[in-house]
């Protein structure tokens, strides 16, 4: 980790020495998120076709579970948007996050930091972007790894005709301020070379506009653990076993036929016996053998079974198990609840990266409604998670009226909302349902005084005098 910026003077490396490794592994899980994995684990695989003396190792059954991995986590965190409240100001900051599209850029966020580990956001201007890991170096404070004094971006630019890149872009952020520096670079040998350039501007923030999402830390490093490296082993393994197991089923898939010596031809042109299997092959006695097709018996069963055995393994250290086999059901119909309870553990990991990161996200948001002129109160923020899976209508009406005991839970006019309808057309749709209940509704029975309007006679006057 680094304590200071003395990594950027003239002849020193870049990338600095104590981050190559962490850059390395970060680009090797970016050829695994891209379905490059023969390329990635290109000597892995040459190292073990020369232990078994094979002929080739380009391994080309591909199952890319890094990239399912990365997405099905994506899902569950935010493949539902998250919701914001504030103290008033909810409408404003909702279209400031529509036209930054907020949802769509902390998408890509936690597909960085399941395949990397962390994802670097950056404020620029009035709007949001998303830096690689690669060109990320946070400084630490020499009596507190943990904790980030300022943010170095930097990454080579200026190719030259070759295509060889000539400067080194340097944005250095500290609360409040970004330096920008521009220094000479020569690729070849990764070496900083003289400063060109340099400048510095206030970003008026009261936080970095740097602002990093992180998956599980440990106390040893400042750096999140990313999903990919306690599964490339085996999903190596899953590669290399169904490999030779396609290689053995090819070289046996080519028909093979046993017979007597009397059935072969010979061609004169190419030198080469054959069967000709339009002929008649005449058997002197029974002993003679017949022509026959010869059948492989191959036993691969041992070879399914670890198979199994691994697939068994990734679905538990991934914690995605039911989320990776979806769709195997048979296209059977599962309740809102069921399907949650079957997918108990990458919700809980989903929930595990959602809380981790939602202070920072509620920072990332302060700070971008900041720019673009309004001003939140980070205490009234609130936000709301959502796993992306889909609720039951049915199930989620029966428990509130249960609740309830019985009575109503909303009214006909919010019911009709939830079509999806505009309040002129829910005005229509309850005037509709009015008049329809007015003609079926049956006329009431009474007890009508047909005398009502008759002078009495003269005998009822007199009785009733």
């Not at 553990?345 to 509620?362: D, E, L, Q």
């Amino acid at each position: 980790m680094l304590t200071n910026l003395n990594w950027l003077q003239s002849g020193s490396p870049y990338p600095p020495a104590s981050e190559k490794g962490r850059i390395e592994r970060y680009k090797l899980h970016e050829k695994l998120f891209l379905t490059k994995h023969t390329e990635a684990w290109q000597t892995a695989f040459a190292e073990l076709s020369r232990r078994y003396r094979l002929s080739t190792w380009d391994v080309n059954t591909v199952f890319n579970y890094h990239q399912l991995l990365s997405k099905k986590i994506a899902d569950f965190v935010c493949a539902e948007p998250p919701t914001f409240e504030t103290g008033g100001q909810t409408d404003e900051l909702l279209k400031i996050l529509n036209r930054q599209r907020f949802a769509a850029k902390l998408y890509e966020a936690i597909i960085d930091v399941s395949r990397y580990g962390d994802a670097v956001l950056k404020i620029v201007g009035k709007g949001l972007t998303i830096a690689s890991p690669m060109y990320w170096f946070p400084i630490v404070a020499p009596n507190d790894l943990k904790t980030v004094t300022q943010h170095v971006i930097a990454y080579p630019i200026t190719p030259d005709a070759q295509g060889a890149m000539t400067e080194l872009y340097v944005e250095i952020h500290s609360i409040g301020q970004i330096e920008q520096r521009t220094y000479a670079y020569d690729e070849k040998r990764q070496e900083i070379g003289a400063l060109k350039e340099t400048k510095t501007n206030q970003t008026g923030l009261q936080d970095f506009a740097v602002q990093v999402l992180t998956n599980v830390t440990h106390s040893g490093s400042i750096y999140g653990l990313d999903d990919y490296e306690i599964i490339n082993s085996i999903v190596a393994k899953i590669m290399w076993r169904l490999h030779r197991a396609d290689a053995i089923l090819d070289k046996h898939s080519d028909p093979s036929m046993s017979g007597p010596a009397s059935a072969l031809s010979y061609d004169e042109r190419s030198g080469l016996w054959y069967v000709n299997l339009g002929n008649y092959f005449k058997r002197e006695t029974k002993d003679d053998p017949d022509i026959s097709y010869v059948t492989w018996d191959g036993n691969l069963g041992d070879n399914w079974k670890e198979i199994e055995l691994l697939l068994n393994q990734l679905y538990i250290l991934t914690e995605m198990g039911q989320a990776f086999i979806e769709g195997g059901g048979g296209g059977s119909a599962q309740s809102g609840t069921a399907l949650k309870l079957k997918m108990v553990s990458p919700r809980v990991k989903a929930a595990r990266i959602a809380g981790m990161n939602a202070g920072t996200v509620k920072t990332i948001v302060s700070l971008l409604a900041q720019v673009n002129g309004i001003t939140l109160d980070y205490d009234t923020l609130t936000i709301t998670w959502h796993d992306g899976l889909p609720d039951d209508p049915v199930e989620q009406v029966n428990m509130l009226t249960t609740a309830t005991g019985g009575k109503p839970i909303m009214s006909q006019y919010s019911a009709l909302k939830q079509r999806g309808l505009t309040d002129k057309e829910v005005e229509e749709e309850m005037e509709q349902l009015r008049e329809e209940q007015a003609t079926s509704t049956p006329f009431p029975l009474g007890v009508i005084d047909v005398n009502g309007d008759k002078e009495p006679e003269a005998e009822d006057a007199e009785v009733l005098e």
